[in-house]
Each structure stands twice: as structure tokens, then as C-alpha cells.
């Protein structure tokens, strides 16, 4: 099976998690979900500096991507392909974002993460973020 190396930033700014929701595509366990922004890291970047790439690409949203900012890693198979989701938290002092990928997004707090639907893969990050940063 395919893996898939993936980096997603929970951006935070003032205790609410910005959640952007996927357009349609071809895997119908994934469209529409809403997700961490970020995506596939490319052969001969770092996981920080291919997650300022895709906030910058999909969101002109430029942040500082830092290791000591990461915060958990989930290993999820798919029914077509293996991934890897890599999250880091970051704290954002700006709403201002172009949403030029995604079909939607939610400001949220924490303790309603789970009013929106998320991937599979996602479930573990929410769920250590419900426990540890209530
Ligand atoms: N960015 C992001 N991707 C996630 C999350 N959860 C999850 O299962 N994924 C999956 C969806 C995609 O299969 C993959 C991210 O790839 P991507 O966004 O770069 O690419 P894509 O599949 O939308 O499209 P493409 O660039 O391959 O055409 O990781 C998440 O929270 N954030």
C-alpha cells in the first residue's frame, strides 16, 4: 500500500482550533471532512518546512513552523492507502487567512472539535487535544 507522509497544523488563536473542511475528491472517507491544514511533505524538505509550504500554498498564511512546536504522530490505514499525520500546534495572532483549497472552515473551541466530521486519522489528535488543553 501507498504511505502518505503527511504534516497538519492545529493553528490556535484565541482557544479556538481552526477547522478547514476538504472539498469533494475520490476518496469518499476523506471528502468533505474537516482537517488540519497541510499536506504530503516533499522528498528534501523538513516536516516544518514543508508545513509553512502548504499553509503558505493552500491559506497565503505564513507561520513559523518550529520542532519544538510539534504535538503528536498518527499512523492510520486507509482502505487505499496508508498515511502518516504528523501535527504540530500553531498559535496564530492573526484570523486573516485566503482560503484558496478548502470549501469552508470553523473557528472552534476545543470541547466542540468533534461538532464537525474529520477523517479517521484525525480522531487521536483531536482526542489528546480534548484531554490535554481543556
Ligand atoms: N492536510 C491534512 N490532510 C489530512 C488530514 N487527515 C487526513 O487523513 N489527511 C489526508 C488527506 C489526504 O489524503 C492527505 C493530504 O494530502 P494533500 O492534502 O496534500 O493532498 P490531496 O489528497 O488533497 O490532493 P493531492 O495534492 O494529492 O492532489 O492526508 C489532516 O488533518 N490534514
Known sequence: M???????????????????QRGDGKYVYIANKFEFPGGKVDDGETYEESLARELMEEMD???DVKAEDYFMTVEHDYPDFHITL???ICHVDT??????EHKSFKWLDIKDLKTVEWPAADYPIVEKLQKTMK
Open 95 to 100: 484570523r486573516e487567512f485566503n482560503m484558496k
Open 86 to 88: 504528523r501535527s504540530y
Open 2 to 20: 501507498k504511505n502518505y507522509v503527511v504534516t497538519a497544523a492545529i493553528i490556535i488563536n484565541k482557544n479556538q482550533i481552526l477547522c478547514m
Open 61 to 63: 498564511l505564513k507561520v
